[in-house]
């Protein structure tokens, strides 16, 4: 059975901080990777995809792929309190395969 | 680009009605559409698999006939609740895989239906 797992939080870091979010798959074949930001009552906003071993940097966010510990993270630079959100790590074994998604980590971010 | 709409945002019916949910691709036509459902503090669970001109793929557990999916177009799937009962309220959330040219696997969300079933 695929499992996407993730710290469920709440994660706290002081505004301008750097916010370091992970994520554990358990399924070896699993090629795509995708970070979606979800606000309270809201539907989840993608954030991020890797698909290759390494760093993959998009503004302020930066995500990390390390398929041998079958880890992926999501690191956010000068954290803002409009980053508070639930972050769900999701996961997908080809192109053409359903997406399995954590539970999500709760950040927030602190004035 | 990749804007997926539903509608309605939100609605509240009498137990034992039916309720029609609308998700829309606006810009992109979406031959592969996916219904999941949330419940507070709870994470996505997919419903079901939706492609166009073809009967969706329903997840273990989802009762295909309690959830009718359809798929009659390229940019629009619907999914009706029927005789929806109080347990059935939840976070109803529609994405589509993303336009042609973008990776397959990526999925694009629709702002979601709140259903509230009294």
């Known amino acids: 059975q695929k499992e996407v797992e993730q710290n469920s939080g709440p994660l706290s870091v002081p505004e301008g901080a750097i916010a370091s979010l992970n994520c554990t798959y358990s399924?070896?074949?699993?090629?795509?990777f995708f970070w979606y930001r979800q606000y309270s009552g809201k539907s989840p906003e993608l954030i991020m995809s890797?698909?290759?071993?390494g760093d993959k940097e998009d503004g302020r966010f930066t995500a990390q792929l390390n398929k041998a510990s079958q880890y992926v993270s999501l690191l956010i630079r000068d954290s803002q309190p409009s980053d508070s959100a639930t972050y769900l790590c999701?996961?997908?074994?080809?192109?053409?395969?359903?997406?399995?998604f954590g539970k999500g980590t709760m950040l927030l971010v602190s004035p | 680009g990749a804007v997926v709409s539903q509608h309605p945002s939100r609605v509240i019916c009498k137990s034992g009605t039916s309720v029609k949910i609308e998700c829309r691709s606006l810009?992109?036509?979406?031959?592969?559409m996916f219904w999941y459902r949330q419940f507070p503090k709870q994470s996505l669970m997919l419903m079901a698999t939706?492609?166009?001109?073809?009967?969706?793929?329903?997840e273990q557990g989802v009762e295909k006939d309690k959830f009718l999916i359809n798929h009659a177009s390229l940019t629009l799937s619907t999914l009706t609740v029927t005789s929806a009962h109080p347990e059935d309220s939840s976070f109803y959330i529609c994405?589509?895989?993303?336009?042609?040219?973008?990776?397959?696997?990526?999925?694009?969300f629709g702002p979601g239906t709140r259903l509230t079933v009294l």
């Open positions: 999701a996961v997908s074994i080809s192109g053409y395969s359903t997406l399995t």
């Open positions: 890797i698909y290759s071993n």
């Open positions: 939706s492609n166009e001109g073809s009967k969706a793929t329903y």
């Open positions: 810009d992109f036509q979406a031959t592969t």
């Open positions: 399924d070896r074949g699993s090629q795509s």
């Open positions: 994405s589509a895989r993303g336009p042609s040219g973008s990776p397959t696997d990526t999925q694009y």
